[in-house]
């Protein structure tokens, strides 16, 4: 019966935004009582190497939620062309018209609101789906009714969508919520952008938000504007069910700088609209031609992918723990228990599109060995590619070999592994062992592959990329590896027990003529 | 999500509010049920601003005992009802309205968005009338109070309001158009087709501009020229607007075409009665076999159903064609195209359709 169209990034988009979202979405799930019905949820531009921000609250989800959610993961990839033009990092007009192209075409409705709602149908037990089931063809809009903030999250239970609905229904009356804000019209209420339940047939017909609004603000009132000129009338579904919403004033959210917050012209988008239609992206707007993953909460999600690829790379443990260093005089031991770092290697590529080409270059057989099999077990279709400067004959369906300079110019992800390669799995891991003159070599082989990605990653970026590529380096703390790897790499300080370092390229890597002369200036300060 | 930009049209509001202390209402003791009922309309609307909500109510009671299918008076109403805290009371009248903006038929799906509007509008007139007390350079509440009158039968006066939009918004395509729809209601074709000409040089794939020229085309008689934009209509139309490709094809009297487009309406609005009838007019034009059709109930247009299986004469049609739409609908049906050619308002399906068939 009915899509509803959301949008948001896993980030901190205002006060407890997690609980306000769960909140949301579970309310929502609830009200839903047909088939069909879905929650479009469009992640903008959450980093790769993150889960979208429905994937990192799933916990507390219902189930309902879950199976109703379709997430539409909108990669930096595919925002870094509009980057330049704005100061936000998540685009409404972008993200609704993403989520409209994919909705679920036998809905006949669409209904426009924010991760931090809940609809309370007026007749208990009745549904949304009803109740937009019941309507004629229109143009409906509901006030916005505010719920405290103390209240939201000091009383209500993320998973309770029913019993948050309940309380609702006892607050309005007992702490007089229920106020309604009239506007101008086009914006028959404020806050209009809560709740627009427009036809699909209709959106499709007036091309979509205006996708040139990318500074923040009014793309609602624009697109009430809009079908107000197209229907001549904004109708009101206030008979029928209210919306409240999580006030969430605590802290201001990324877009609101009081007095100073950039907008999209108030005058240009509402007042001097003329035109339902926008022409000029009639054929483009929500990106038909481009390939947007989508991700599920109900099935195949990253956990079932995980445990599945690490099920086929490894087995349980047979002992309860297993031991290694950081003593200072096991810094040159290059040993590492491979069965426990391949986790958290898993752990880097999993957030990435399952078409991902990941390049690998590393000393030990055995650890591109298993990684290509956990890489396939995990659902990746995308290539390894490992340079045949390696030299380590690993044979796998999802490896693909050749020259290391063709393989730079394929690659979405890179990763770097320093061990032994004389190093076997079951060998003891730090405790002093000397490196042979194999395992020289191919530390030196890898290293010089690393440097050269490492610092040609711009020039050798596959046609059209933009965005810089993420480099993996494995057991790469707290060895001789670690300011190797940093001197290039823009890591973060992580864990020993992890082994594993990943970042971005620096644009210029430190070099060791810049550290002296740091170190040199330091003293000179002190 | 208070917006900075509507503290000034908050104030905007206290001002109005206070300079219409006594305020007019123009027509409020006019012996006609039209003026009179708007007016109550228009008062009631103010009183509930006023916080006068009972005041109001009773207003609304006498424009809807005045004028029964006044679906904004019944909205208006239920409003009041659910503010005084009687929701049962409000329901019927909510219903009621969209039952009644509903049963209206609107304009063809090919033609202007501003000929499918439906209701008296006369809310949103008075909204963007409220709006226009604060907003003096923006083209936007002209431009709906214009598309408002338009579809109230008044293009005189919605051709003022483009035009008032148009000193703020010089040479807007979209405003242009809409001048265009204007000056061809008012039949003047050679303006309309010049406004609809400097609207298409801007955006030159417009459809419903290219409809909009094409209908002022056909009625100087350059059905030539109507038809040239109806096929570049057609090809800017998009594969899912069915029902608007339908009525292009229909215009153009091409039935081969037509047939898929209608049948593909048919689908997403099996209870239109019009595209079946369309359908069967199409195997008709083409000659080709007619299966049953469930006849629609009602007056109208079950006679043209009867008609087409046989079971009603010319002159029983005709007689049941009580308006001057309906009677155009009766000849094309009766295939006395010359007559419909002659008569009809160049906007309808079945003018341009007749002109194509006689052409033929």
């Not at chain 1, 992640?43 to 939620?65: M, Q, R, S, V």
């Not at chain 1, 027990?497 to 200036?521: D, H, R, S, W, Y």
């Not at chain 2, 099996?270 to 007019?281: A, C, E, H, I």
């Amino acid at each position: 019966m009915f899509s509803v169209i959301i949008y948001g990034r896993n980030d901190q988009h205002g006060y407890n935004l997690h609980k306000r979202a769960a909140i949301s979405f579970n309310a929502l799930a609830e009200v839903m009582s047909d088939p069909d019905d879905e929650i479009l949820f469009v992640d903008y531009n959450t980093p790769d190497d993150h889960p979208t921000f429905p994937e990192a609250i799933a916990d507390t989800l219902t189930d309902k939620a879950k199976q109703h959610m379709r997430i539409l993961r909108v990669r930096p990839e595919q925002h870094v062309h509009l980057k330049s033009k704005t100061h936000l990092v998540a685009l409404e007009s972008q993200s609704r018209n993403v989520a409209l192209r994919r909705s679920n075409p036998k809905n006949r409705w669409i209904l426009y609101t924010n991760t931090d709602m809940l609809l309370v149908p007026r007749t208990e037990g009745e549904s949304l789906s009803d109740i937009l089931g019941a309507l004629p063809d229109g143009f409906y809009q509901i006030p916005r009714f505010e719920i405290p903030e103390m209240l939201w999250e000091a009383a209500f239970d993320r998973k309770d969508a029913a019993g948050n609905l309940a309380k609702l229904r006892d607050w309005s009356v007992r702490f007089h919520l229920n106020q309604v804000v009239h506007n101008f019209m086009p914006m028959k209420y404020d806050a209009l952008g809560d709740f627009q339940a427009v036809l699909r047939e209709d959106m499709f017909a007036v091309h979509g938000f205006d996708e040139s609004m990318i500074l923040g603000w009014h793309c609602d009132s624009n697109l009430a504007a809009r079908l107000a000129l197209y229907r001549g009338r904004v109708d009101t579904l206030m008979d029928k069910a209210f919306g409240y919403h999580c006030d969430h004033t605590r802290v201001a959210a990324a877009n609101n700088k009081g007095r100073k917050t950039t907008m999209n012209s108030h005058d240009k988008y509402i007042w001097n609209v003329s035109s339902p239609y926008i022409p000029e992206q009639a054929e483009t707007w929500g990106w038909p031609d481009v390939k947007i993953e989508e991700v599920r909460l109900d099935r195949d999600t990253s956990y079932e992918r995980y445990v599945a690829g690490l099920s086929q790379a490894i087995e349980p443990a047979t002992v309860p723990f297993t031991n290694t260093s950081v003593e200072w005089h096991l810094f040159d031991d290059l040993t590492y228990d491979l069965r426990h770092t391949l986790p958290f290697v898993c752990d880097q590529v999993l957030t990435y599109p399952k078409s991902t080409s990941i390049l690998v270059a590393g000393c030990r057989a055995d650890f591109i060995q298993r990684f290509a099999t956990a890489w396939r077990g995990m659902g990746f279709t995308g290539p390894v590619l490992v340079p045949q400067e390696v030299g380590l004959g690993v044979d796998d369906p999802a490896i693909k070999g050749g020259r290391f300079g063709d393989l730079l110019k394929r690659a979405d992800l890179f990763m770097f592994e320093f061990g032994l390669t004389t190093q076997k799995i079951d060998d003891p891991v730090r405790v002093g062992r000397e490196e042979s003159l194999a395992d020289r070599r191919q530390l030196k082989a890898v290293e010089r592959l690393f440097r050269r990605a490492a610092s040609t990653e711009a020039e050798t970026r596959p046609k059209g990329r933009q965005t810089p590529r993420r480099c993996i380096g494995v057991n790469v703390i707290y060895n001789r590896y670690w300011p190797v790897f940093t001197d290039y790499i823009s890591a973060n300080i992580n864990p020993f027990c992890a082994q594993v370092l990943a970042g971005i390229p620096l644009a210029e890597p430190v070099t060791m003529k810049e550290k002296v002369i740091l170190k040199f200036k330091k003293k000179k300060a002190s | 999500m208070a917006k900075q930009g509507f503290l000034k049209s908050a104030l905007a509001g206290v001002g109005l509010l206070r300079k219409a202390n006594a305020p007019d209402f123009p027509g409020i003791d006019d012996p006609d049920p039209e003026n009179q009922g708007t007016a109550l309309f228009r008062r009631g609307r103010y009183r509930m601003r006023a916080g006068e909500v009972e005041n109001a109510v009773k207003d609304f009671d006498r424009a809807i005992e005045l004028l029964p299918d006044y679906a904004e008076a019944r909205v208006s109403r239920a409003e009041c009802l659910d503010m005084l805290g009687r929701a049962e009371a409000a329901q019927p009248d909510y219903v009621e309205a969209r039952r009644l903006w509903a049963a209206e038929r609107t304009g063809a799906p090919d033609r202007s968005y501003i000929w499918r509007q439906q209701g008296r509008l006369t809310f949103e007139v008075e909204s963007y009338e409220l709006a226009l007390e604060r907003i003096k350079t923006g083209s936007f509440p002209h431009s709906a109070v214009g598309n408002a009158l338009m579809a109230h039968g008044r293009p005189a006066e919605a051709l003022k309001a483009y035009e008032r939009a148009l000193k703020i918004k010089d040479k807007d395509p979209a405003l242009l158009a809409l001048k265009g729809e204007a000056l061809s209601a008012m039949g003047r074709y050679r303006s309309a087709v010049d406004a609809f000409s400097a609207s298409l040089k801007a955006v030159p794939r417009a459809p419903e501009v290219l409809s909009g020229r094409a209908v002022a085309y056909a009625a100087l008689g350059r059905i030539d020229k109507a038809n040239v934009d109806w096929r570049r209509q057609l090809s800017a139309l998009p594969e899912h607007q069915a029902a608007a490709r339908a009525c292009v094809t229909m215009r153009l009297g091409a039935w081969t075409e037509a047939l898929p487009e209608l049948e593909r309406t048919i689908e997403k609005a099996p209870n239109d009665p019009y595209w079946q009838l369309y359908r069967l007019t199409a195997l008709k034009r083409l000659d080709r076999p007619v299966e049953p059709v469930d006849a629609p109930s009602g007056d109208w247009p079950a006679p043209l159903f009867a008609l087409h299986a046989g079971k009603a004469t010319p002159e029983t049609v005709l007689a049941a064609a009580t308006t001057e739409g309906r009677r155009m609908e009766a000849l094309f049906q009766l295939e006395r195209f010359k007559d419909v050619a002659e008569t009809a308002p160049p906007h309808m399906i079945e003018y341009a359709a007749a002109r194509n068939e006689l052409g033929r």
